[in-house]
C-alpha cells in the first residue's frame, strides 16, 4: 500500500483537489487498492472546515466529488504514516519539515515530479481554480510516472 500525504496551509483548496484528483487518476487506472490517499494543513485557520466551494466547483466540472472532506492538521506522526509527504509549494515544505522533523525521505513538492521548482499556484490568492487543477493534475501525473520508474507500480 503505498500511503500519500498532501500538504498545504489550510487543507480547503490544493492540498484536497490534490488528493481528490489522485484518487479518482487511480480509480480510473484500476489501481486504487494500492494506495491510501489523504490530505492535511500546516495551519489550524481551517480545521474542521470543508472544501473551498471554488475546488468543489472545479472538481465537480470534472465529475469528482470532495463529499465528506473537512480539514485536519498535519501531525508529526504523519511523517511515519505516509510513504510520501507532497506539499504544494516552498512554504509548506518548510513547514512540513518543522512540524515533522524531517527534511529529506518522504518529503517532496508536487511539482517535482514534472521536473519543475515550481509552486502549485494558490487559487485562495489568484481565484484561478482552473490553473491549480492543471498544475496539480499535471503533478499527479508525474507522480504516477515516478512510482512506475522506481517499480512501485
Given amino acids: 500500500m503505498i500511503k500519500v500525504l498532501f500538504i498545504c496551509h489550510g487543507n480547503i483548496c490544493r492540498s484536497p483537489m490534490a488528493e481528490f484528483v489522485l484518487k479518482d487518476m487511480v480509480k480510473t487506472g484500476g489501481i486504487s487498492d494500492r494506495f491510501y490517499i489523504a490530505s492535511a494543513a500546516t495551519s ?74 515550481e509552486d502549485v499556484a494558490d487559487p485562495w490568492y489568484t481565484h484561478d481554480f482552473d490553473r491549480t487543477y492543471e498544475d496539480i493534475v499535471k503533478g499527479c501525473e508525474g507522480f504516477l510516472d515516478y512510482l512506475k520508474e522506481r517499480g512501485e507500480l
Fill in 44 to 117: 489550524t485557520e481551517e480545521i474542521g472546515n470543508p472544501v473551498h466551494y471554488g475546488t468543489v466547483n472545479k472538481l465537480r466540472e470534472v465529475g469528482i466529488s470532495t463529499a465528506g472532506k473537512c480539514a485536519v492538521q498535519l501531525r508529526k506522526a504523519d511523517y511515519d504514516k505516509y510513504d510520501y509527504l507532497i506539499g504544494m509549494d516552498r512554504y509548506n515544505i518548510r513547514n512540513i519539515e518543522r512540524m515533522t522533523g524531517h527534511r529529506s525521505g518522504k518529503i517532496f513538492k508536487l511539482l517535482e515530479f514534472t521536473g519543475s521548482d
